[in-house]
Each structure stands twice: as C-alpha cells, then as structure tokens.
C-alpha cells in the first residue's frame, strides 16, 4: 500500500464536507423523529430541519423551495422526472430526444421505456462534446415531449449550452429536462434563468452524503407534473412516496449553502491546479490530447488521453496511490472503451488510453504536484516498455500495420 493517497476523483463522489456531517449528526440522535410525524415535538422538528434544507437548496438553484423534490439521489430524480413525464403527458406524445453522452441513469431509463412505447432520439455528439442545436432543432416532431440533455457531462465536463437548448424547447413547447448533477453547487445552475423545467442533482457530488438528491419541477410558467413512480403515503406533494431520509436531507441542505458562499472561489482556485496538471503533461509528454470543449468545460475536469498508453495499466504504475477514472469500463466480460468517449469519435486506442482527473475542494497544491510526478513517470515507464511505442518512434505509420490476425 502507497504512503499516500490522493483522491482525484471528484466526479465519482466527493467527500462529505465536515461541515456537512456536522450538521447531520444531532438528526441521529435527539432530533430523530420521522417528518411526517405530525402530533409530536419529534416530527415537528425533523419537518422544520426538512423544511430549512430545502430552502437552502432551493436557494442555491434560484428556485421555489416547493419545486424541489427529494429523492435518493440522481438516478432516481433521472427516472422520475423521465417516466414521470412520460406517462403524465402521454396523451400529448411519446418522443423523447436526448443525447449519446448522457449518464447511464438517463440512457437506461430512455431504453427501458422504448420497450413500452417510447419513441427515442439519441443525439450524437460533435468531436468536442457539444449538441449541433441544429441538429436538435430538426429532431424535434409533433410527437415530442421531453428533451433530456444534461447540463455538465461527468466523463469530460463538458457544459452544453443550456440557455439555446432552452430557447428551442420554449419555440416548440417542449418540457426541458437536465441532469445537472456534474454541475449543480459546482458552477451557476439556475434552472429558469435558461429556461430548464426539471433538473436531477445529488447531494454526494456536491460534498454532501451519498443516497440522497433532489428533482427540481417547474411550478409556474409552465406548471410541470410527473407522474410518481413510488406509491404510498403521497410524501413530496405526492411526487414521491417514502420517509424523508431527515439527516441526509439536512447535509444536503448546509453541502448546498457552504456550495452557494464558496463554488466561486472554489472553482478560481481548481481550474488554475487543473490547469497547471494540463500544461505539465502537454509541456513534458509527447502524444497528449485533452478530450472535450476545453472553453465549455467544468474547472475542476479534465479528460486526457496519452497516446499508446493503456489507462488502466498505466493507473497499476502508482499503486494505488492516486484514486482516478480510466476511460475504459469493465464490463463482465470485457474492458469496453467509455461510450462518452467514442460519442466524441475518439478510437478504442485513444478511448482505453484515457484518464480522467476531477479535482475538488480537498485537493491541494501538493496532490496536484505529485500527480504530475507520478503520472509522467508512469508514461515514460510504459512507453519506454511499448514496442508501438518505439515503432511510433522510428516513424512507422501505424496505421498501415497489418496486425495478425489471432
Ligand atoms: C453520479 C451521477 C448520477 C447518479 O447519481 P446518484 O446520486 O449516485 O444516483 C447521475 N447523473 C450524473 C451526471 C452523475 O454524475
């Protein structure tokens, strides 16, 4: 085991902010009543604590505490807001458009309702991570009720443009949808500023706990419903049954305000060491390529590929030591190259040979600084072992091998 451990992997989870667990702890012990309680102390003061979060969340996205639904996290605010649409507008149509890069939660939950009746559009991708508007523009039919797109993509951190996606939903009357869990408490996400009715986030991708999120739903102009996908006891306004996971929801609401007093220094402060991490391999390593628009990017990601060196091998070289995301997934029976990277047009060779770094509010200067060491010291390492490495480096087109067939 290494001596240090760095975390990197800020896109997967965040930690919790000990502020956050602070601030959850008393929701545990004395005050650890259900919130729909409502003939004693105890409840009472779990709803008021329920109550306070969401006006903390709602705050934090410019929005009415009463569009805020809670939910156990994105993927499940994913499925809500797409089947809960879907059946509720059903008579209306059944197209839905959305986007190859979307995250699994939105992509699964599209394939699940073509087999009752969905008609689904996935959009492809321009090589830097960006929707053509033209080409969502022209997807849209009578049929279409729902565009999914979300606003920051987890591999790349690519941000879409949300404002002109808002636009062509508001010309065509069509219900906007965004996954925002990338981006929510990391940049500006004010949902009705560009015009977005429904919008998943998580609290653990924000420095809050894992197992809880939220769906934001439109209340007025126009007045969003979906249909529940969890019956019994008709908690959220009827949006979604279940007890309140009171703790978590209170983390969720102080991740929320400690995001709203410190996004921007936080993210002034990541861009310059994400940057700095670019520069040092662009500058020191040949054969480097950063995947993804670099000007609509999350300051806090970056998506690099080193040529001719496998992510996950190269991730064996520091032991551990550095917790990162390779742009391969393992499947049962293989490792299948990231979807987000091939929307992109990236080979399975540049796909595999990616590493994701996404920093956050507990990185230093220093864990940036041995990253770079380490991570060009395993490059070097695997290229000098790489006989396409030394083919490449005598010039040899490797393009034009013929690999035996095996
Ligand atoms: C993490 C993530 C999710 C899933 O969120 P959970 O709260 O873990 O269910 C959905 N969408 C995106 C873009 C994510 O990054």
Redo the contacts with the bound molecule.
Sequence with gaps: MGARKIYLDN?ATTPCDPRVVEAMVPYFFEHHGNAASRNHPFGWEAEEAVDYAREQIAKLINADEKEIIFTS????A?NLAIKGVYEMYSRKGNHIITVKTE?K?VLDTCNKLEKHGADVTYLDVKPDGMIDLAELEAAIKPSTIMIAI?WAN?ETGVIQPMKEIGQICEKHGVLFFS?G??AVGKIKTHPREVGVHLM?F?A??MYGPKGV?ALYVSRKNPRVKVTAQMDGGGHERGMRSGTLNVPGIVGFGKAAEIAMQEMDQDAARLSVLRDKLENAFKQELEEVYVNGNVNHRMPHVANISFKHVEGEGLMMTFNQEIALSSGSACTSASLEPSYVLVALGLGDDLAHSSLRFSLGRFTTDEDVNYAIEAIKKGVNHMRDLSPIWEMYKEGVDLSKIEWAAH
Excluded: L, R, Y
């Design positions: 896109n996290g994105a993927t499940e994913d995250h939660a979300m987890n996954d869990t990338q998943a998580s653990h991708k999120g």
